[in-house]
């Protein structure tokens, strides 16, 4: 059950406390207070957790400063829609805005390697407005004799070159809790120049003590990648994890399901599934078209598939774009053959802004015909 307070509503005002006194006499019920900021303005919400069917609904909406209650599935119960009663989850991190409408592009690398790469990526999406980037400090391989990354000894010198270009939040996966904690340190020696939003890559998106370790924290947003093997009723599941911990700044990353019904493409591409995912949940959308398609194919159009995939979840609504780039691929350390170059980044980055204004122009004649369908009193 979901208590969707007023918006005037102080957080920690009488009323929330009227109502925590009122569930006092159900003592198997576990309450969590959270502000979810909409597109326009924050409401808070009291999730209710545990055998709610003997709260009496009515009561609790008559009570001072309630908007509304709703009673939720058992799927995926904070990060779900429930049928379109709940509002979209958005969340401001480091000066970004995430949200159901917002649009962000983060370009980078697989696996930092030299500082001179990652100087000169950084350096390019400076010079094109972009404060958003990826880089892989810790990776997890196939073989155990593949590079790793470079981990700990990286972060440092990464943040504060992050620093130096204006780059406000950084895409990086996490493997175990412990990395966040040497992500915490290593923001704390630089003094805060970047934010991390923490990964969770493919192979770990049922890892479900991972998860529940950057669920418990709210320093940094996640950004969960289904699982390749995953459906999407199992990756959601996954990802409410995260959400039931206290975490809900979540952004939901499709990045292709392993199918030899996607080659010759590295995964079959999934991206017809952005606007089942904002449907189905209160999340942002994120696609990676990079390991959708693993490779740099040119289609006779003069595309590379990577930004044809990439059009595909763009077009469709999806809110974000996670990319792989590198100066030198010959000389990248981990997926070279994928990653697109400096030389690609203005194509990709108009071709991509050609595709987000048509899909703002297909939302608008959406809503003009909805509109029309309801009538004028709707
Ligand atoms: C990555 O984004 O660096 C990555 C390893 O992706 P995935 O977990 O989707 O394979
Ligand atoms: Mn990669």
Redesign the pocket.
């Known amino acids: 059950m979901i208590i969707i307070l007023k918006p005037e509503i102080d957080p920690s005002g009488t009323e929330i406390r009227n109502i925590l006194d009122y569930l006092k006499q159900f003592p198997d019920i576990k309450s969590q207070i959270s502000g979810i900021r909409g597109t326009s303005r924050v409401v808070t919400e009291i999730y209710l957790i545990g055998p709610t069917h003997d709260v009496p609904q009515e009561i609790i909406e008559r009570m001072p400063g309630v908007e509304r209650v709703v009673r939720v599935s058992s799927k995926y119960r904070q990060i779900g829609r429930h049928g379109g009663q709940l509002r979209g989850i958005g969340f401001e991190y480091n000066g970004i805005e995430f949200n159901q409408n917002a649009f962000h592009m983060f370009f980078g690398l697989?696996?930092v390697d030299t500082k001179e790469h990652v100087e000169t990526i950084f350096r390019h999406l400076n010079a094109y407005g972009i404060k958003t980037a990826?880089m892989?400090a810790y990776?997890?391989r196939t073989s155990p004799y593949d590079f790793q990354g470079h981990g700990r000894g990286c972060l440092n010198w990464l943040f504060e070159l992050a620093g130096k270009y204006e780059i406000k939040v950084i895409?990086m996966?996490v493997l175990r809790p412990e990395h966040i904690e040497e992500i915490v340190e290593a923001l704390k020696e630089t003094g805060h120049p970047t934010g991390i939003m923490l990964?969770?890559?493919?192979?770990?998106?049922q890892n479900f003590e991972l998860l529940k370790a950057v669920g418990s924290q709210t320093d940094f947003p996640v950004l969960y990648?289904?699982g390749?093997g995953l459906t999407i009723e199992e990756s959601l599941n996954a990802c409410e994890y995260i959400a039931s911990e206290g975490n809900r700044n979540i952004v939901f990353?499709l990045?292709?399901v392993k199918s030899m019904m996607g080659l010759p493409h590295r995964n079959l591409i999934d991206f017809g599934q952005v606007p089942v995912i904002k449907r189905l949940t209160r999340l942002s959308v994120c696609v990676?078209p990079?390991?959708s398609v693993g490779s740099k194919d040119i289609a006779p159009d003069g595309i590379y598939d990577i930004f044809h995939a990439a059009s595909q979840g763009v077009i469709a609504g999806a809110n974000m774009l996670?990319v792989?780039f590198h100066p030198r691929p010959e000389k990248a350390l981990?997926?070279g053959p994928q990653a697109l170059t400096m030389k690609d980044m203005e194509h990709f980055i108009e071709d991509m802004r050609l595709v987000r204004n048509c899909y703002l122009e297909r939302k608008a004649l959406g809503e003009r015909r909805l509109f029309q369908d309801l009538g004028p009193n709707a």
Not at 199 to 205: F, K, L, P, W
Request: proline fraction near 4%; include cysteine.
């Open positions: 697989c696996a990826r892989g990776k997890p895409a996966e990964q969770i890559g493919t192979r770990n998106a990648k289904r390749m990353c990045r292709g990676d990079t390991h996670l792989e981990c997926d």
